[in-house]
């Protein structure tokens, strides 16, 4: 699993004369792996900090807790990878002293020279074993690598899309006058875990337009009254992999203002599509998504106009005003334009497109009608 | 907001000698303010790494990214604290390089002698600062001050366990034959969330007895047929603390077999909840608990009997065989008797149990009759 991964950053190492080096962000060590342990709950108490993956000319050594020794499987038989495990969970004695862990570790790792480290990520415990030798601080390497994705990388997408439109046709039906937020939620979480067969962690947004914090932010007990909005911004975590979306809705009838709105927010985000090809510019796509919002009289949204997806929700190209980064087929872009008066009203609408050679796919099918 | 537990730790450090430290393990950041950001979908990438408490002779810094800051409203008019924030999401620089939260700790601290580090949780980034100083490792030392709990965090744990009552309730009337394990998990996780107004992260199981590993487990989509039992083991987190409790449902009729094992589970609960009270000692209880159960003829739950629990879902005093820790008065206990027949069926039932002076009180009040 995901040896094109590790065949990259092997190539980016060597380049940059780099033998030796510890992978200790969550987001690297599951883009080179797979190993993508469930996080619905916050950290797992029963393990020992999180994973690490010590890499040496081209070898992988994923060293993880034997609480999550369960989710390595499908790196066990890696030709170029091992997995070493730790003491976690255990009634015999103490949990996470961190002590199994760097046992673990002073019996994987045999340090010799030109060491790369994800500083911000490893922890003190670890990273004093360092302190006397040659090291490069290797934080933010791999994003750039992780901006095309793999056939592998692109099934879990898709399935995970997949998922989020399930949400959206359950929101839908779900949105009335009198229910909350919370009720919508429940209705949409419900249809994506039913239709999965198990457990999906669901992100990101549930907001009426009355909030004042009408961007973003979860579902509460709010009650939709005639003519809200409500912003649904979906999310799902399968398989370490994220998914992304937006659409809006309308409690009751749309007012003539949010219907001009939405249309505008459908005709921007299908102008913005009609950029992305091999060869853009992210700035250039900012640039000129924010400006049609301008042009149709509307206030320019505070956020990002897109971004890339993958291992995290929102990676590398963002489509921001001071990013150059240019596209490539093979990235899956998002692309979220919206229109908000705070307190009001407000809509977002966001599709996740495929970039192709000679053109895109739309990876998300959900129906954004008014 | 949770003023008493830094006056714990003051005198802690105090005794100790520590006059500045470092506090980076999220469990003793929120124990000690009361910052609690969600963490159902994971890390937030828009935040860069853990927040950071620093200590300087009984005053506390809690340094969070911009993208966390309104979870550290009730931190900030603490008398013996402030806030430091740093840049989390901008559109204008990238986020996350750790840059920011690097500036922001050099303003912040000046470091002088005597500096305690949870060594185990601060990243490399941090850590290296130190690497001159006379450090003392403190990883672990709060723990032991997190057993008794205060008022505060008894109105925090009593609502939590409230919402999963409510969890219990919707799940005896949704367990039937034909019925999978997630939609048992989708009714009470949706009951709960109803109840509670907003999104609730829930752990933990949700399996029936014909799994293998019917022990525990994420709901998945097997299908309950007649005299299935189904383990549902819940646990909320709201405000940064968690609640737990488990009990047992039958499909159709439970067999005599099922019955016998349903009723010598809920009398070695009961008999373990007469065990608690000051002065017991962890270690007792559990080997009692355990011989119970064999006494009854069955076999040995291979987990523990019991744990703590609060700003985590399993803490000290755990009550596993090697521990000698003394139970005290204000010490929430959970207690979780199990019996196991794996691939066949199995059986747990677990209450809180709030130890007072003079007696005990159960935080718990699910139905767990047969």
């Known amino acids: 699993m995901h040896a094109e991964q590790r065949q990259r950053t092997n190539e980016l190492l060597k380049q940059r004369g780099i033998h030796q080096a510890l992978f200790a962000k969550p987001d690297s060590v599951k883009w080179l792996t797979g190993f993508a ?26 060293i993880v807790s ?3 020794e369960s989710f390595a499987e499908s790196f066990k ?25 760097v046992e673990a570790f002073e019996k994987t790792v045999r340090t010799r020279e030109k060491i790369g480290i994800e500083n911000e990520y490893v922890s003190g415990l670890i990273a004093e074993r360092f302190w006397m030798h040659d090291v490069t601080a290797v934080d933010g390497w791999l994003e ?17 899309f997949a998922l989020t439109d399930v949400g959206y046709a359950a929101a839908r039906k779900a949105v009335a006058v009198g229910q909350r937020e919370i009720d919508v939620w429940n209705a949409l979480h419900t249809a994506i875990q039913a239709a999965a067969g198990c457990r999906v962690p669901v992100g990101n947004d549930c907001v009426m337009g009355r909030r004042q914090q009408n961007i ?44 001009k709105m939405h249309r505008t927010a459908a005709e921007a985000l299908e102008y913005g599509i009609s950029l992305l090809r091999p ?12 400006q049609f919002i301008a042009d149709a009289g509307y206030p320019v949204y505070p956020h990002h106009t897109g971004h890339g997806v993958g291992v995290s929700g929102h990676e590398a190209p963002r489509i921001v ?12 872009i998002m692309l979220e334009p919206g229109i908000y008066f705070p307190g009001e009203t407000s809509v977002r609408l966001e599709d996740a497109v495929l970039i192709l050679s000679d053109g895109v796919e739309l990876l998300t099918h959900h129906d954004k009608r008014i």
């Open 37 to 62: 342990p469930p996080t619905q709950m916050g950290p797992n108490f029963f393990a020992s900090g999180n994973p690490l993956l010590w890499y040496e000319d081209g070898h992988y050594t994923l």
């Open 66 to 68: 034997s609480a999550q």
């Open 77 to 101: 038989g890696e030709p170029d990878g091992q997995v070493v495990t730790y003491l976690g969970y255990t009634i015999e004695q103490p949990i996470g002293t961190g002590k199994h862990l």
């Open 144 to 160: 750039p690598l992780r901006m095309v994705k793999t056939d592998e990388e692109l099934a879990k997408l898709r399935r995970n």
């Open 216 to 259: 973003g932010g979860w579902p509460g007990d709010y009650e939709l009254a005639e003519h809200d909005s409500l912003v649904v911004d979906l999310s799902v975590v399968l398989d370490g992999y994220w998914s992304d979306s937006c659409t809006t809705y309308y409690a009751g009838e749309p007012m003539e203002r949010q219907v």
């Open 279 to 290: 060869g853009a510019v992210a700035k250039d796509i900012d640039q000129k998504v924010r």
């Open 321 to 332: 005003p001071y990013n150059d980064e240019v596209l490539e087929a093979g990235m899956v």
